[in-house]
């Protein structure tokens, strides 16, 4: 089962911040959080990951809580491409076989308004 | 080539057919994984291979389900005596081995059993 909790939908304007929110309450100490998003008719898009600081890449910032137990996925500036599903996925550090694969949730489905 | 490119894009089968679904990961990338994803649904994790050998197959969901990688590269998932409710997008990823970064995944088949 998926160890991640997410709205099913958000709204947000064009041009606006898009802050999408994950609660992970049973994350382990070495699980990383990772975020993906998936646009109609496309494969998953990798976006970031982080174990507990916080990180920025040109697509996103996450920003993990100190107790790790949630994430917030920041889009600063929301276009119109950004409309997709947006996945919140721990997973354990590590190259053992067990550990590699990702158990996705139905994530949140964000819609980015004109 | 630059991306995960997947063969064929769209597949319609009989029910009870064999089919194969290709994948081509991005060069150099050790770690190839299949999922497969419902309408609505997360994609589900099938099969992980580190070089030629499966890591991980316990997503496989019977034993009409296989998957090869012969040479450490191209990889074909096999599925026999087709049914309805293996209908679903098939997708595939790639990644660098020993990374804890994200994956590169395919465009998908979409697979249709009648």
């Known amino acids: 089962d998926a160890k991640t909790t997410q709205p099913p939908s958000m709204d947000c304007a064009e041009g606006r911040a898009a802050n999408l929110p994950c609660n992970h309450s049973t994350i382990s100490g070495n699980e990383y959080v990772y975020w993906y998003r998936q646009i109609h008719s496309q494969g998953p898009q990798y976006i970031i990951h982080g174990l507990k600081n916080n990180e920025t890449n040109e697509m996103a910032s996450l920003i993990i809580t100190e107790d790790r137990k949630s994430s917030t996925l920041i889009l600063p500036h929301a276009t119109l491409r950004d409309t997709a599903v947006y996945y919140c996925i721990v997973r354990a550090a590590g190259g053992a076989g067990n550990n590699r694969k990702l158990i996705w949730g139905l994530g949140t489905s964000l819609a980015v308004n004109p | 080539g630059a991306g995960v490119s997947q063969t064929p894009s769209n597949k319609v089968t009989e029910k009870g057919k064999y089919v194969e679904l290709r994948c081509d990961p991005i060069s150099g990338h050790t770690a190839l994984y299949w999922y497969r994803q419902s309408l609505g649904q997360g994609p589900e994790f099938l099969i992980y291979?580190?070089?030629?050998?499966?890591?991980?197959d316990s997503g496989l969901p019977n034993d009409r389900f296989f998957a090869v990688r012969p040479e450490g590269s191209v990889s074909t998932l096999k599925i026999q005596r087709t049914e309805r409710g293996d209908s679903a997008v098939y997708l595939c990823a790639s990644s660098s081995q020993g990374t804890d970064k994200g994956y590169t995944f395919g465009s998908g088949t979409r697979l249709t059993v009648v």
């Open positions: 291979f580190q070089g030629t050998g499966a890591a991980d």
